[in-house]
Nanobody, 120 residues
Framework: VQLQASGGGLVQPGGSLRLSCAAS????????IGWYRQAPGKQRELVAR???????NYADFVKGRFTISNDNAKNTVYLQMNSLKPEDTAVYYC???????????????WGQGTQVTVSS
């Protein structure tokens, strides 16, 4: 499973960005797909994730500002980020928990990361 993330960049405080992550390769099913982020000197942390059943989890620090959505037909997940703050600056990683064949164990996959910088 390959995860290709895009949409990062430089934005001013209060601005918006939309991240996209497309999953490709040998995919039987994706149980969970979402976004994590890692700021310099900090651990990687969950931002938001969505399950195949449609359940969504957000980190408290993005509730009301970020929205995760997905397009199952395209195996793509999106993260709409509004009201961005300087503390949102980080590398954002796409993550998927998926099976490549029926009956296989679930495995964890990571994208290459996309830089989001919030600065005036």
């Amino acid at each position: 499973v390959q995860l290709q993330a895009s949409g990062g960049g430089l934005v001013q405080p209060g601005g918006s960005l939309r991240l996209s992550c497309a999953a490709s390769g040998s995919i039987f099913s994706i149980d969970v797909i979402g976004w994590y982020r890692q700021a310099p000197g900090k651990q990687r942390e969950l931002v938001a994730r969505i399950t195949s059943g449609g359940s969504i989890n957000y980190a408290d620090f993005v509730k009301g500002r970020f929205t995760i959505s997905n397009d199952n037909a395209k195996n793509t997940v999106y993260l709409q980020m509004n009201s961005l703050k300087p503390e949102d600056t980080a590398v954002y990683y796409c993550n998927a928990v998926a099976r490549t064949v029926a009956g296989d164990a679930l495995r964890n996959y990571w994208g290459q990361g996309t830089q989001v910088t919030v600065s005036s």
